[in-house]
Structure formats: structure tokens, C-alpha cells
């Protein structure tokens, strides 16, 4: 009998959040396959977990994926495991995956946290449409590639980037694709979480403020309006929704009020009055 491949997700801060079957995956398995052994035994020992484990991260992916695919194929069942979050996003996973399917090994996804999908819920961007493009290329013809995509794109883009790249990477968005609606998210479930809401170049400053800037951070952009119909888009929206697309560009209360007034064809007054009390 083939053994069984769970992809468990783990907590990306707050050991708490991780779900009882989760718990219990970890429990049953024969052997779990970390990113690093020495983060996951501080999550195991929390939960008084004892079982082997093995290392599997982005540098030993292809060798280690071999010998969990000959384990698996002798009936042992392994669960595979990041320092935080769910395997295969921006995380190894992906190919192991791939091998046990070619293999008709039973792959098993054991829901939890995801930091891009807490982050974007709580930005207050669009969440109809997203796309998810992890971390950008360190290579500059395929970075700059990659921000030609972003011009085109019509929905709620998010990125992840490591702390001592933050503000270069958002000069190069700002440069490449103009001074749009950007969240920042920080620290996501930890005791440092922040949000940083506001249009790229707004953040910038914030950030050049800073002593130093430390943390795990999200970076979302609002590109709805990004396409050259933009403007028609948002006229189609109700006053409502105007005034929260143009605060979150960053526009003060004074400024919003003239825009919507002039795409209703009104009166500024008479938008001035619907968010008098705001």
C-alpha cells in the first residue's frame, strides 16, 4: 500500500493558529519534512508532537523529494511542512507534489494559514479579482518583465518581500507602474502587526522616516483602476464606493468630494453632504 503526502499548513506567527486536525496529521505520520528542523521542533514541542524529521527545503528540493517518494512508495505516509504557512506558496512543496502525482501517491492539502490571504482580507483592496506574484526576480530584465505584466493587470496584485529590499522594491513599482493604491502588511499575526495604507510614494516617505525597517512584509497593490478605461470604471461605481477607491489612492476628504461631484456632474455640495459625519 502507498503511503499518504499531507501538505499541512502551519501558523505564520501566533502558534495558536493552527487547527486540530492539523495537530492531529502531525501526530499520525510516520515522518515529518520541514523547511528547517529546528523551527519546526519549537512548533512540535508547543504541541507535544514527537516524530523524526527531515529536512527539506529550496537547496536539497530535488534530492530529498527522491527519497520521500521512495518512502512514500513503501507505505509510509509523510507530511510536508514550511517555518510558516502552507507549503508550495512561495514555500518548497511544489515539486514533491508533482513526483507524488506521477507516482499515484495520494496527495492530501491540511488547510491553515496563508499569509498573502489574511493580508489581503484585511487591506481593504478589492478582493473580487487577485494575483498572487510572490517574490520578484532579483534578475532585472525578468523584474522589469514581470512590471510590464503589472500595467496591464486590472485587479488587486500582492507581493511578498524581505524587509532590507522594501523600499527599493516600491520605488521600482512607483517608477515602473505609477503612484497607485498600496497596503502594506507586517508582522501578520504577530505582536508587531501593522498595516500601512496609501498610495506608493506616501508610503515611501513613511518608510524613510524609520530607524530601520525590520519584519516579514506583504505588499499589495490596487491596479482596478490601472487600465486607460480606469476612469469609466469607477464613475460606473456608486458614491460610496468612489470615495473609498479615491481614500485608499490616498486623496484627502476635500479632494474626494470635488472628484466624485465632478464624475456624478453635481454640485460639490451635494456629495459634501452625504459624508458630512465621516
Do not use: W
Amino acid at each position: 500500500m502507498l503511503g499518504k503526502l499531507y501538505l499541512v499548513a502551519t501558523p505564520i506567527g501566533n502558534l495558536e493558529d493552527i487547527t486540530i486536525r492539523a495537530i492531529n496529521i502531525l501526530k499520525e505520520v510516520d515522518l515529518i519534512a520541514a523547511e528547517d528542523t529546528r523551527h519546526t521542533l519549537k512548533l512540535l514541542n508547543h504541541y507535544e508532537i514527537s516524530k523524526p524529521l527531515i529536512s527539506y527545503h529550496r537547496h536539497n528540493e530535488d534530492v530529498k523529494s527522491d527519497i520521500l517518494i521512495r518512502k512514500l512508495l513503501t507505505g509510509q505516509n509523510i507530511a510536508i511542512v514550511t517555518d510558516a504557512g502552507t507549503p508550495g506558496i512561495s514555500d518548497p512543496g511544489e515539486e514533491i507534489v508533482k513526483e507524488a502525482i506521477k507516482n499515484e501517491i495520494d496527495v492530501i492539502p491540511i488547510p491553515g494559514a496563508c499569509a498573502l490571504i489574511n493580508a489581503l482580507i484585511a487591506s481593504g483592496l478589492n478582493t473580487k479579482e487577485f494575483a498572487f506574484y510572490g517574490f520578484l526576480p532579483l534578475n532585472k530584465k525578468n523584474r522589469n518583465s514581470i512590471f510590464e505584466r503589472l500595467k496591464k493587470e486590472d485587479k488587486t496584485i500582492i507581493l511578498y518581500e524581505a524587509p532590507h529590499k522594501l523600499v527599493k522594491t516600491l520605488e521600482d513599482i512607483l517608477e515602473s507602474v505609477g503612484d497607485v493604491s498600496c497596503v502594506l502588511a507586517k508582522e501578520l499575526t504577530k505582536i508587531h502587526e501593522e498595516f500601512i495604507r496609501g498610495s506608493i510614494s506616501a508610503i515611501i516617505k513613511k518608510l524613510n522616516e524609520k530607524d530601520c525597517i525590520k519584519g516579514e512584509y506583504i505588499i499589495l497593490l490596487e491596479l482596478i483602476h490601472n487600465n486607460s478605461d480606469s476612469e469609466n470604471k469607477i464613475m460606473d461605481k456608486s458614491i460610496e464606493e468612489q470615495y473609498e477607491i479615491y481614500k485608499r489612492q490616498g486623496m484627502t476628504k476635500k479632494d474626494i468630494i470635488k472628484q466624485i461631484a465632478k464624475n456624478k456632474n453635481v454640485h460639490k455640495n451635494e456629495i459634501y453632504k452625504i459624508f458630512v459625519n465621516d
